[in-house]
């Protein structure tokens, strides 16, 4: 869960509140990760890395994701699974 920062609540800080201050990262798959990148952009998300493909290799898996920064500064990376990994 992410929150806002919480003056009730001393220990609640988001990078925001702390000059940008990266607090964490997090990373979710989603389907169609084009069009969940487009919805982002339109909300004015600040997108730091477009869609980008990241093959690791025949041997593991391949990605598509981008990353974003929600208003109050949590960085967001987003991608979606385009090759798992062999099985054998």
């Known amino acids: 869960?992410?929150?806002?920062?919480?003056?009730?609540?001393?220990?609640?800080?988001?990078p925001k509140s702390l000059g940008g201050a990266n607090t964490?990262?997090?990373?979710a798959y989603a389907d169609g990760v084009e069009a969940?990148?487009?919805r982002a952009k339109t909300a004015d998300?600040?997108?730091?890395?477009?869609p980008t493909t990241v093959d690791y290799g025949p041997e593991?898996?391949?990605?598509?994701?981008?990353e974003?920064?929600?208003p109050e500064g949590?960085?967001?990376?987003?991608?979606?699974?385009?090759?798992?990994?062999?099985?054998?």
């Open 74 to 88: 949590h960085h967001w990376y987003f991608a979606q699974r385009r090759r798992n990994p062999p099985t054998d």
């Open 60 to 66: 593991y898996w391949s990605d598509r994701g981008y």
């Open 45 to 50: 998300a600040t997108i730091v890395m477009p």
């Open 68 to 70: 974003c920064i929600d």
């Open 36 to 38: 969940h990148f487009q």
């Open 24 to 27: 964490q990262n997090l990373m």
């Open 1 to 14: 869960m992410l929150a806002s920062a919480d003056v009730k609540r001393a220990w609640c800080r988001s």
